[in-house]
């Protein structure tokens, strides 16, 4: 097991910078998600890491080691592929053990090895068979195999689940969070879906446009944003946004929107400075509230979604459309006028 | 009547093909045929189509007039190791331009399509030359060659290549520490069979039955290929036309066999792509 630490990293093609002097530290058994839109640059950072790509400048260590001239062998590392990458002309048992025969270990370890893998996979079955033989699901075990009977330092994984139906990726995500626990392994991540991000690691780094725009924990990406692209990007649904006029006294903060509504919160440390400022609100932060007061909003039902358990509705707020999730299944009618209250600590402030 | 009209196409689409294949294996058959007559018989009118009995005496003539089993070893031979080493080179530059990145790749690409567009006569001469300064002359490696690295070859595994083997499988070979001639021993060599195939068949009866880069290069009657050797016995005195039809059946029958054994996979090959699969 090691950890990986990115010093300086940038990646050009030709004239197209896609990743700006990167610095990142991931510790030992740490399972990291690298997160962003498409073209933020997260697959050619993991591709970096994995020796598949070359770095423009910086350097790459794992475990201390400084990696930059290695090979994608001498560093030690598994990838597991977005297409699986399983070598269709080879059985399961072969597409697992390819590594360890190019390795020169004996054919009764190599068995052996890959045979406690499957075991852990539930893939003792499938060993005989053709990746073109096997479900999705089955073929994302086996791909997962490959890299765990290696027993590397670190395991990438780029967008392994983005084949899957929605169904099935819940249940892989399972199983990866699953074989973390079980395999303590250094892991990074890559995926464009935040659920899964969130859901499955320590800790999260946004990446857009090739800059890094916060690491920290699911939970602190989702409390504490640090901009409105990491606000936005975290959460689903997505955080609602609205122009605002943000002035402050010693102790308060009064945020104007742009029709003339007014709420106030309480001043804080890291808050921007006075003037024109995008306040975010979560939509299941906005509460269906019978009384107008200086912590509420008064907005126009635009469409009703019901999902069940919830209501999803679209509202006109200071002339912005915005989601407001509703879990007391309240009755409102289309066109209706609501009050929607806010807890002030849940109110964001970004500069624009 | 109606049930006749409904099933009109199909009777139409058949007789269409029966008509073709039996056009297109009426000239085996009648070498065949001819194989089994003497030559007056063969001039006889009208023309005998039957087989005949002169079977034996054919075959002890052909191996009189020429050493009828050294010159089919000789063509076996020469196309049998041009179409392996046309295949394995070919296969190799394909990789080559697959999967590396280099300075140049698309301008010597399209460099080698391009030169497909030369006619090969023109390159005759150029040819005898440089086979000359090779000290190549009158040797077998002569005719397969200048084969071995085709521009036809390198395009066609090439393009095959291209669409059916991700690169993330050259990726996850790389990851699981193939060095580069394993990943395309053992990781696209296997998937590209097709290609393979179809580029085998093809090169093996271009050799087959190449005739004029033998006549150029070869110039011992113990080296000659089948398509030399037949050609010879027409200036034989009365030429034994039931003997040379005899040679000429005999000499395709490798590549009926060569044809059989590579069959599946070239028609593989030559569908791939066409369904989404």
């Given amino acids: 097991m090691a950890g990986v630490e990115l010093l300086n990293l940038s990646k050009s093609f030709g004239s197209v910078e896609v990743l700006k002097s990167l610095n990142l530290t991931i510790q030992d058994g740490e399972f990291v998600a690298l997160v962003g839109p498409s073209g933020c640059g997260k697959s050619t950072l993991l591709r970096i890491i994995a020796g598949l790509e070359e770095e423009t400048a910086g350097e790459v260590y794992i475990g201390g080691e400084y990696v930059n001239d290695l090979s994608p062998k001498e560093r030690n590392i598994a990838m597991v592929f977005q297409s699986y990458a399983l070598y269709p002309h080879m059985s399961v048992e072969e597409n697992m053990g390819f590594n360890l025969r190019i390795s020169g270990i004996s054919k009764p370890d190599i068995k052996a090895r890959v045979q406690e893998t499957a075991e852990i996979l539930d893939l003792v079955h499938l060993l005989d068979r053709k990746p073109s033989q096997l479900s999705g699901g089955q073929r994302q075990r086996v791909a997962m195999g490959r890299a765990l009977v290696r027993n590397p330092d670190v395991f990438l994984f780029d967008e392994p689940l983005s084949n899957l139906d929605a169904k099935l990726r819940v249940q892989m995500r399972e199983e990866i969070k699953r074989l973390h626990q079980r395999v303590r392994t250094t892991k990074i991540y890559v995926t464009h879906d935040q659920i899964e991000a969130m859901t499955l690691a320590d800790r999260v780094v946004i990446l857009n446009q090739g800059i890094i725009q916060q690491v920290g924990t699911p939970r602190e990406l989702y409390q504490n944003p640090a901009n409105a692209f990491v606000a936005g990007f975290i959460g689903s649904p997505a955080m609602n946004f609205l122009p605002a006029t943000l002035t402050s006294d010693g102790t308060s903060s009064r945020i104007e929107l742009e029709d003339g509504s007014i709420l106030v919160a309480d001043k804080r440390a890291n808050q921007p400075s006075d003037g024109k400022i995008l306040l975010g609100m979560r939509p299941e932060h906005l509460h269906l509230s019978a009384e107008k007061d200086e912590h509420s909003l008064k907005g126009r039902v635009d469409l009703i979604e019901p999902t069940g358990a919830q209501n999803h509705l679209r509202v006109t707020l200071a002339g912005k459309s915005t989601t407001v999730v509703d879990n007391s299944l309240t009755e409102v009618e289309l066109g209706e006028f609501v009050n929607l209250k806010i807890d002030p600590d849940n109110l964001h402030l970004f500069s624009q | ?277």
């Fill in chain 2, 1 to 277: 009547m109606k049930a006749l009209m409904k099933r009109l196409p199909k009777i139409s689409m058949h007789a269409f093909l029966i008509v073709s294949v039996l056009i297109t294996i009426f000239p085996f058959v009648w070498v065949a045929m001819m194989g089994t007559h003497s030559r007056s018989e063969i001039f006889s009118s009208p023309p005998p189509f039957y087989f005949g009995s002169r079977l034996l005496e054919n075959y002890e003539k052909l191996l009189d007039i020429m050493p009828f089993w050294l010159v089919l070893g000789n063509s076996l031979m020469v196309s049998i190791i041009g179409t392996a080493v046309t295949v394995l080179f070919c296969s190799m530059c394909a990789y080559g331009f697959f999967a590396y990145e280099f300075r140049g790749k698309n301008v010597v690409f399209g460099v080698m399509v391009a030169s497909m567009m030369v006619p090969p006569v023109l390159t005759l001469i150029p040819f005898f030359l440089t086979v000359k300064f090779l000290g190549l002359l009158d040797t077998h490696a002569a005719i397969w060659l200048p084969l071995a690295a085709n521009a036809m070859g390198i395009f066609l595994i090439r393009q095959y290549m291209v669409t059916s083997i991700s690169r993330d499988l050259l990726d996850a070979a790389k990851v699981d520490g193939a060095s580069d001639f394993r990943t395309y021993w053992t990781v696209v060599l296997p998937l590209i069979k097709p290609a393979l195939a179809t580029l085998g068949i093809v090169t093996f009866i271009a050799l087959w039955n190449n005739f004029l880069l033998p006549l150029i290069v070869i110039s011992s009657p113990d080296k000659y290929v089948l398509t030399l050797a037949l050609r010879s016995l027409q200036s034989v005195a009365n030429t034994p036309w039931g003997a040379v039809m005899l040679g000429t059946f005999l000499s395709m029958i490798p590549l009926l066999v060569a044809f059989l054994f590579f069959s599946k996979q070239m028609m593989a090959g030559l569908t791939a792509g066409a369904v989404k699969g």
